[in-house]
């Protein structure tokens, strides 16, 4: 008797009817499901069956031998569990179908193929994808996705009736296309492109189908990235420039801090080491030397590397401001010793500025060190404007008071 009920059963199953699609007496379509596909069906016991017309889905009946279709159906789906699952590459009659695995869609098709009466039965898959990775032209993380209709019996790519339409959900910030429409079996695959400005550790992925509103949800892998950021490539050379870099980690799910060292071609970065956090970035300096190009590299065992191009060019603007600083400096001094009745030659007030000028500007810029006495702790950073300023006060400080000799007074 247990024999018996289950044949009866199968026998309910391996048919998809719409009790109204033809009239008492009718001939049953001509569209029939290749025998191949028996054996997938004998899996499918007891799994809801419904049928997708242009304006409703509803539960197909079943009844008589063979699957078929009735003409108002564009296809019947059989709903194969509730999760996606990885799982191998399915064509029905091959020997070893475990030559690639795929990420399967728990529903099964059976719709009408463009090129004759026969039925096409396919499952919606799509390939395994590497992560989300970061693009730094676009300063985004980027991932794909490959969706194929994968034919159970046909390996050949055949065209369908009508298209078959996912809405693609996601958590990313941009999803394309949206909806999926596919209107093939097999290769080539449909392309999604997924992109994130700052995902964490990955992004959810939600299959949207005609007979499952609420989806399907998988999620897609995003490989953290190690960031070096800069406002500028170019500094002045000779160690008379400074700038700030910045460290960080996008994409990682998790706050724990790792080292990070820096590694520079020419030039010096303070501090050498870093540590650093998902959502916590760190900052060093970069400090030129001489002239020409150099490559800073942040370096992580976790997160990998990132490097960043500089160049370090003649000071150019250092060396005017200097000068101009010393000259201004040089004017002041003479001024004052002229105010004073002190006899002095401008060419050693020009000469004595200019060097004073340039000796304190690059001891303060390169070594820190100040030399005319004067608190200038509250300079954060060196630059044009401190040159200059320093120049100035070095040239009307440290030239020597009262060069020359005294003028005699005029008798009246």
Not at 234 to 239: I, K, N, R
Not at 394 to 409: D, N, T, V, W, Y
Request: a neutral charge; aromatic letters at 8%.
């Amino acid at each position: 008797m247990r024999r018996l009920g289950l044949c009866l059963y199968w026998c309910a199953i391996s048919t998809l009817l719409v009790a109204s699609a033809a009239p008492a007496g009718a001939q049953p379509p001509r569209d029939t499901l290749p025998r191949i596909y028996n054996s997938r069906l004998r899996e499918l016991a007891g799994h809801r069956v419904l049928r997708i017309t242009p304006d409703r889905v509803d539960t197909a009946s079943v009844a008589g031998r063979g699957v078929v279709l009735d003409p108002a159906a564009l296809r019947a789906v059989i709903a194969t569990g509730d999760t996606i699952k990885r799982e191998p590459s399915v064509v029905l009659g091959r020997r070893d179908p475990t030559w690639a695995t795929v990420f399967t869609i728990p529903e099964d098709y059976v719709a009408k193929v463009s090129d004759g009466q026969e039925l096409a039965a396919f499952r919606p898959v799509f390939l395994p994808s590497e992560p989300m990775r970061f693009d730094p032209a676009a300063e985004s993380f980027r991932g794909e996705l490959m969706i194929v209709l994968e034919d159970m019996a046909v390996e050949r790519s055949r065209r369908l009736r009508d298209s078959v339409t996912l809405e693609v959900v996601s958590s990313a910030d941009f999803v394309e296309p949206r909806p999926v429409r596919m209107g093939h079996l097999n290769f080539p695959p449909t392309r999604v492109r997924l992109i994130d400005d700052n995902p964490r550790d990955s992004v959810r992925i939600t299959f949207i189908t005609e007979t499952k509103l609420d989806g399907f949800d998988t999620y897609l892998d995003v490989e953290p990235a190690l960031i070096l950021e800069t406002r500028r490539r170019s500094l002045q050379g000779f160690g008379l420039q400074s700038i700030a870099l910045t460290v960080m980690v996008r994409g990682a799910g998790f706050a724990d801090s790792v080292p990070v060292r820096f590694d520079a071609s020419l030039g010096s970065v303070e501090p050498e080491e870093v540590f650093v956090r998902a959502d916590r970035p760190a900052s060093a300096r970069l400090r030129s030397e001489s002239l020409g190009g150099a490559t800073v590299t942040a370096l992580s065992v976790v997160y990998g590397s990132a490097e960043q191009e500089f160049r370090y060019n003649f000071p150019y603007p250092f060396l005017l401001a200097a000068l101009l600083g010393g000259l201004i400096g040089a004017l002041v001094a003479y001024l004052r010793d002229r105010r004073r009745g002190k006899q002095a030659k401008a060419w050693v007030y020009v000469a004595g500025g200019v060097l004073w000028g340039l000796i304190a500007a690059v001891a303060y810029g390169v070594l820190g060190l100040n030399v005319i006495g004067i608190d200038v702790a509250v300079v954060a950073y060196f630059n044009e404007g401190v040159a200059f300023v320093l120049s100035a006060l070095a040239a009307s400080q440290l030239i020597p008071k009262g060069q020359g000799k005294a003028r005699a007074p005029e008798v009246a």
